[in-house]
């Protein structure tokens, strides 16, 4: 598959800029997660896909190497972010194949559509376990290499490369609140906190830490499993400040941003790409239909039957 240079990076970054850096991305597989590894891979790095399918990474990888010629990609399949011992495992292995880990991208998350009725404990757990405790455990598991990284590259380095940054994938539910999103809304909370807690502990070691928190960003698994598709286009985007759904690449731009040389000052904070949409995002537009009103279908318990919440059976509540 071809994916056109357009659809996962702009033209403002040069060739190279990465150049014998390695990335680690957990979820690298997922819609964002690949046009982030794309982005950088195309700009010189190797990188190392980590993820629970060993199909679906090891394809993922395999796709993402054509971005240049020369370009490692290791899918690591097998590995859930929930199993600190073998996060840590594939860790080794990326710096034993690939030589180090420069960038790492805390990215695998899990979600669905559920108001807090909806949610046995265990729901909840489990998606505070994949996005709260995997982005624990990824930092953990490749902080020591993170350390080793800026280490090597100083914040500035005067040949302008970089080393030692950490990036999560978190969210903008939690600003405002939002309905169905409880789940997701707390555990990205609790991200943000810990990447603030990361710039403080290795801030002094040279690494930086950031969220970066899409909003809707169109074509990816997220808004396909989140979004009623019984929305208009216009439906989906009229709240939106900036007029449109985020594309891959607005995301990808910004990874590249906080990797690169330009990023070197922007440590312990959340960088948002979303067009300004939290700012508008009172209501609900996740999981609700045209024809759904707030607070009518908290009251009623309605949810879009135009979502594909993942659930396969009731609800063990
Ligand atoms: N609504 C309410 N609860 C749900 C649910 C839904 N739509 N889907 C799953 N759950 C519950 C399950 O019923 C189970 O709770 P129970 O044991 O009390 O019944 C709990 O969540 C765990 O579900 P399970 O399917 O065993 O977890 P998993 O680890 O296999 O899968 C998920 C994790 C639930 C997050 C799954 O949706 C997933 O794998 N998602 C990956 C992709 C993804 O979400 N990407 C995010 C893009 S934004």
């Known amino acids: 598959m071809t994916v056109l240079r357009s659809e996962y990076l702009s033209s403002a970054w040069a060739d190279g800029i990465f150049a014998n850096r ?15 590894t794309r982005a950088v891979v195309h700009l010189g790095a190797n990188a190392c896909i980590i993820g629970r399918s060993v199909e679906k990474t090891e394809k993922a990888a395999k796709e ?7 370009a490692k990609v290791l899918g690591i399949g097998n590995i859930d972010v929930r199993n600190f011992d073998s996060l840590k495992a594939a860790a080794e292995r990326c710096v034993k ?39 624990f455990n990824t930092i953990k598991a490749t902080v020591p290499y993170l350390i080793e990284s800026a ?27 939002m309905p169905l999103q409880a789940h997701v809304s ?8 810990l990447m603030g807690s990361v710039s403080l ?48 690449r607005d995301i990808a731009d910004a990874t590249v941003f906080l990797f690169s040389d330009a990023g070197n000052y922007v440590n312990g904070t959340t960088l948002i790409v ?37 659930r396969e059976g009731k609800a063990k509540l």
Not at 186 to 193: E, L, Y
């Open 64 to 70: 993402i190497a054509q971005v240049r010629p020369g």
């Open 201 to 248: 502990e290795y801030g002094p070691y040279g690494v930086t830490a950031n969220s970066l928190a899409p909003g809707a960003i169109a074509g990816t698994e997220g808004m396909e499993r989140l979004a009623s598709s019984e929305l208009t286009k216009e439906q989906q985007t009229k709240g939106i400040p900036s007029g449109r759904w985020g594309s891959m």
């Open 186 to 193: 707390a555990a990205k909370a609790a991200i943000d906190s």
């Open 274 to 310: 979303d067009g300004a949409g939290w700012r508008r995002q009172g209501g609900a537009a996740l999981g609700v239909d045209s024809d759904m009103t707030y607070p009518e279908f908290m009251l009623t318990g309605e949810i879009s039957k135009n979502v594909k919440t993942g």
């Open 22 to 36: 390695v990335l680690f991305i957990t979820g690298g597989a997922g819609s964002i997660g690949s046009a982030q």
């Open 151 to 177: 280490a090597r590259n100083p914040n500035p380095n005067p040949s302008g490369t970089t080393g030692g940054r950490l990036i999560s994938t978190s969210a903008t539910f939690h600003y405002t609140g």
């Open 97 to 135: 194949e690939l030589g180090s880990i420069d960038y790492v991208i805390a990215g695998a998350a899990g979600n669905f559509i559920a108001p807090i009725s909806g949610l046995s404990p265990n729901a909840f757990k489990t998606v505070m376990d994949i996005d709260t405790i995997g982005t």
